[in-house]
């Protein structure tokens, strides 16, 4: 794609976004009660600015004008902060991490292709009519053709004579077998294509890379390199071009700002009668007057505020209102706040308003701009003039102010001089008064335990103790699975189904990568500081960690209960250690403190062969780092654990702000996880290896499992015997007869222990809609009255 067919994505993005925050503006301005029509427009929300989303990151991975990809860089964080704000409503609004989409993908006409429209009863049995009789029909003419055939050779065989007869009988048996070959290559011909037409099976080549992507990311590259030079010429113009502006525009912006400063003194002096106080340094100086007003608006203000002095004066004076009106008032507005709190209102949003802002800014300057000249794409000069305009102007400001103030000192000894003087005699008579400060009790602040020390110090203690660990280069997108299609059917029968592996990846992308991933999002979004993967060994829970740390360039820092057994012993060192971690984790941001087995650190009671490791070392101190995480911190801390049930429940789920059960991986996961694996170590998928078998025999295994048995099975040899004996699903199977599956019950064990937590709590108390307090008092009744009979 050229430069003009992303300027053009741009503008259709940008067209997208502005009708969208139009629309979000009415609807938020109208309160709701209808629960599912919330969702619904949060959702629909949802869907279209993941839309814009994917298309702005699009454009601004290749777009190469440096100018125009800051404005874009703005908007991508406005847009991936807003997303992070309609799933936090979501969740409030449900009550549960996962939420599914299917009846709206379908409404926005973006539907999976498993998905059909339903038809009419009536009109399925007329189809299914129809095609019977054809089919019937065909094998009737089918049937009377062959006896017709036969009954033709026979007639052809009394005429010609038994050799006649011999020979074309041979004929017959010799096209009988030939058209029977020829029939098998052909069906097996057309079931191949079915299967790639379906989607079953991939398409020839599949797997080989072709030219036009080849070209496609050597495009790319080169793009990213013509990005890197203009980024560099944009750097150095916008010292160039300030520099050119200080010498020529200079002396004209600094005489212009003296100017218009001695006239607001005269103009103060001539209404007010004296001459105005000039604003400090800490306040702005005279840039707060002459905020983008005139000389003459200036005036007007000082006019006004006058005006209004004088009537807040004649108001105190009035009588007040009688007691009874305050009555009726306050009643009205009581019960106007009961209706407003019983009807739903979306929040304010942080990044509604840097959007819209950005969205001007592109309508101002880019939207109609003509770029005829500007065929490389590089920076526009004129933009920068006005930029380094402004700047120049704030700093010779700052100049301009230095020289006002002592000029306005002058004229107020000129013309105020008795008034001084008879102000500091008196100050004389009534002697030094001593300004005595209250002494205020200071907040406390945390001491620097290493103030001595550097950063590169505490980086290499904290490498050689193995507490700063390096991760290991893994992809998100290399955590495989798919979508639960069937989530919202399910839950409209009132079934909590169980999350896909995708949807614990989208939530691993929302509450992990894009925070970490910009400062401004983490700032500014709903902050996310602790997180918990909780699910069976095998399941990815550790590749997710590292996948966080890949994708966002993150430290990671591990202070997993078995890997500080030992260090730092003591009170005193533990602080130290937590202490160098949080400091180090500060200064090199993002980071990630990574606690694996946390269920150890909050035990319920710490097994005898565990009691030398002191597992429960960070179950006070983990509270009290978490209190301490600004939005400016950068910071994640992220627990893995198998046995979430071993730990109190309480203390564990108030150190962990958002728990993230991690399941065993379902039928359509582990059907592309199979093709994956085993085409990524070397394997070729051929007809005489059922996938879809190794699929359903496999149910209860993890990711784990399935990733050793191909290890197993595809040696070195057996790659490169595929070309003579292709591979069968048998051969994988005798593999997983020595392995443990993860069964129902364990699965079910996890989902009991989430119902436990707060947001499984009051889920389970928004579906039941209170009808266990009603159970409660039923049964409080019940026992009374058996009590009362008892004494009767």
């Not at 874009?72 to 989409?101: C, P, Q, S, W």
């Not at 739903?344 to 101002?364: A, I, Q, R």
Request: hydrophobic letters at 35%; aromatic letters at 8%.
């Amino acid at each position: 794609m050229s430069n003009a067919m992303y300027n053009k994505m741009w503008h259709q993005t940008q067209e997208a976004l502005n009708s969208l925050l139009d629309t979000e503006s009415q609807k938020m301005m109208e309160p709701q009660k209808n629960q599912v029509f919330i969702f619904q427009m949060l959702a629909t929300f949802y869907i279209k600015y993941v839309q814009i989303f994917r298309n702005l990151e699009n454009v601004y991975d290749q777009i190469v004008h440096p100018q125009k990809r800051i404005l874009i860089r703005k908007i991508l964080d406005a847009v991936m902060g807003r997303i992070l704000e309609l799933k936090n409503e979501m969740v409030e609004l449900e009550l549960t991490e996962f939420h599914y989409f299917d009846d709206i993908l379908q409404d926005l006409k973006l539907e999976p292709k498993y998905q059909v429209k339903p038809i009419p009863l009536e009109e399925a049995v007329k189809l299914i009519q129809i095609a019977e009789r054809a089919r019937q029909g065909r094998l009737r003419a089918m049937f009377m053709k062959q006896i017709y055939l036969q009954e033709y050779r026979a007639k052809q065989a009394r005429l010609l004579g038994d050799k006649v007869a011999d020979v074309s009988a041979a004929a017959l048996r010799i096209q009988k077998v030939w058209r029977g070959f020829h029939q098998c290559k052909r069906t097996e011909r057309q079931r191949r294509e079915e299967m790639i037409f379906l989607g079953m099976n991939p398409p020839p080549l599949f797997n080989e890379v072709s030219a036009a992507m080849i070209q496609a990311d050597r495009l790319c590259h080169l793009r990213n390199k013509v990005q890197i030079k203009h980024e560099e010429e944009y750097r150095d113009a916008l010292v160039t071009i300030k520099d050119d502006l200080k010498l020529t525009e200079g002396p004209d912006i600094k005489e212009n700002l003296q100017d218009q400063i001695r006239h607001w003194f005269i103009e103060c002096r001539n209404l007010t009668g004296t001459f105005p106080d000039y604003p400090n340094e800490e306040e702005g100086g005279s840039a707060i007057i002459f905020s983008n007003k005139t000389p003459q608006q200036v005036i007007d203000d000082i006019v006004a505020s006058q005006d209004e002095e004088e009537k807040t004066k004649k108001k105190k004076k009035e009588k007040k209102p009688k007691k009874e009106k305050k009555e009726k008032e306050t009643k009205e507005t009581k019960e106007k706040n009961k209706e407003e709190e019983e009807m739903w209102k979306m929040s304010p949003s942080v990044f509604l308003h840097t959007m819209e802002e950005g969205n001007s800014v592109y309508k101002d300057l880019w939207k109609n701009k003509d770029e005829s000249w500007n065929f490389p794409q590089d920076y526009d000069p004129e933009l920068i003039k006005e930029d380094k305009r402004k700047e120049l102007e704030s700093e010779i400001r700052v100049q301009v102010d230095e020289l006002m103030r002592q000029e306005l000192k002058n004229l107020k000894l000129a013309v105020n001089r008795e008034k001084e003087l008879s102000a500091r005699t008196g100050k004389k008579k009534g002697g030094k008064k001593k300004n005595k400060k209250k002494k205020g009790r200071k907040g406390k602040k945390d001491k620097d335990l290493t103030v001595d020390r550097t950063i590169e110090s505490l980086y290499k203690e904290l490498v050689e103790e193995g507490l700063l660990i390096q991760a290991l280069k893994v992809s998100l997108s290399d955590y495989i699975g798919e979508y639960s299609y069937l989530g919202t059917s399910l839950r409209q029968v009132s079934i909590e189904p169980m999350p896909s592996l995708l949807d614990v990846r989208q939530l691993i992308t929302l509450y992990a990568i894009l925070p970490l991933g910009s400062a401004a999002v983490h700032e500014k979004a709903p902050l996310v500081k602790s997180l918990l993967l909780a699910g069976p060994s095998g399941v990815g829970k550790k590749m997710l960690v590292h996948a966080i740390c890949t994708e966002t360039g993150a430290n990671l820092f591990n202070l997993s209960a078995a890997n500080i057994t030992g260090k730092y012993p003591g009170k005193s060192g533990l602080q130290m250690m937590l202490h160098v971690v949080f400091k180090v984790a500060r200064k090199l941001q993002p980071s990630v403190v990574w606690i694996g087995d946390t269920e150890k650190t909050f035990y319920k009671k710490v097994p005898h062969a565990e009691r030398k490791m002191e597992p429960k070392r960070l179950k006070k101190q983990l509270p009290k780092m978490l209190k301490l995480l600004k939005p400016d911190d950068r910071i994640l801390i992220v627990g893995t654990t198998k046995r979430p049930f071993d730990a109190e429940l309480q203390p564990f789920c108030k150190a962990y702000q958002k728990i993230i059960l991690v399941p065993r991986p379902d039928y359509a996961s582990r059907y592309v996880l199979w093709k994956e694996i085993i085409q990524r170590h070397g394997g070729v998928i051929t007809d005489t290896l059922s996938v879809s078998c190794l699929a359903k025999i496999t149910d209860g295994f993890t990711q784990g499992h399935i990733v050793q048995v191909v290890k197993e099975v595809l040696t070195e040899r057996r790659i490169r015997q595929q070309s003579h004996k292709p591979l069968t699903a048998l051969e994988f199977i005798a593999s997983l007869t020595s392995m443990n599956p993860v069964y129902q019950e364990e699965e079910d064990s996890f989902k009991d222990w989430y119902a436990k937590t707060p947001m499984g709590k009051k889920r389970a108390l928004a579906l039941t809609g209170g009808n266990k307090e009603n159970e409660k008092d039923k049964g409080k009744k019940e026992k009374k009255g058996k009590k009362e009979k008892k004494k009767k």
